[in-house]
T-cell receptor, first 113, second 114 residues
Framework: GENVEQHPSTLSVQEGDSAVIKCTYS??????FPWYKQELGKRPQLIID?????GEKKDQRIAVTLNKTAKHFSLHITETQPEDSAVYFC????????????FGKGITLSVRP | DSGVTQTPKHLITATGQRVTLRCSPR?????VYWYQQSLDQGLQFLIQ???????AKGNILERFSAQQFPDLHSELNLSSLELGDSALYFC?????????????FGEGSRLTVL
């Protein structure tokens, strides 16, 4: 089955700096890659996703890039703010009726004011 | 508010007991997913239903079972509970199947086994 790994497990940046969170996946058939943000004590929420037919996607201060050859994708957050502090989960799946969305273990991002 | 309702929010029980967690998906969503979140273990996929049918299964223990009812709500049954079953159990729903759109998570049911 699919295996999604995230590195590092924690990341600390200064407010205003950029943060990059990387994920690798194992199943080359995976074609859908979402990122979820979970604030302390809250539920995970989708912040951005990308499909395998696209190499990059942006939404204001966040962007995701996908390298299918290397089987890794990354979340880029620019001009980080304290409210960006949270756990970020990457995930992968094969779009289809019997597929499952496999999450990585999450990365804790801390933005220092 | 995601529109996904989970009950109970908190549950404390003893080892060997059985509990049922309930989930009501967003109106119109046909898929329901159950995930277990333990410390340092991320979101572990348990099981998925689509319109009443089981569609995918993860590393769900034999002591655990689930179903989706005709009104699309779902229940996760955990039996012969062990200390290690203490975790936050999330239900999520989506209109379609994975890869077709966003999963909307409920607030979770926190299970503590003493």
């Amino acid at each position: 089955g699919e295996n999604v790994e995230q590195h590092p497990s924690t990341l600390s940046v200064q407010e205003g700096d950029s943060a990059v969170i990387k994920c690798t996946y194992s199943d080359s058939a995976s074609n859908y890659f979402p990122w979820y943000k979970q604030e302390l004590g809250k539920r995970p929420q989708l912040i951005i996703d990308i499909r395998s037919n696209v190499g990059e996607k942006k939404d204001q201060r966040i962007a995701v890039t996908l390298n299918k050859t290397a089987k890794h994708f990354s979340l880029h957050i620019t001009e980080t703010q304290p409210e960006d502090s949270a756990v970020y989960f990457c995930a992968a799946s094969i779009a289809g009726a019997n597929s499952k969305l496999t999450f990585g273990k999450g990365i804790t991002l801390s933005v220092r004011p | 508010d995601s529109g996904v309702t989970q009950t109970p929010k908190h549950l404390i029980t003893a080892t060997g007991q059985r509990v049922t967690l309930r989930c009501s998906p967003r109106s119109g969503d046909l898929s329901v997913y159950w995930y277990q979140q333990s410390l340092d273990q991320g979101l572990q996929f348990l099981i998925q239903y689509y319109n009443g049918e089981e569609r995918a299964k993860g590393n769900i223990l034999e002591r655990f079972s689930a179903q989706q009812f005709p009104d699309l709500h779902s229940e996760l049954n955990l039996s012969s509970l062990e200390l290690g079953d203490s975790a936050l159990y999330f239900c999520a729903s989506s209109l379609g199947t994975p890869g077709t759109g966003e999963l909307f998570f409920g607030e979770g049911s926190r299970l503590t086994v003493l």
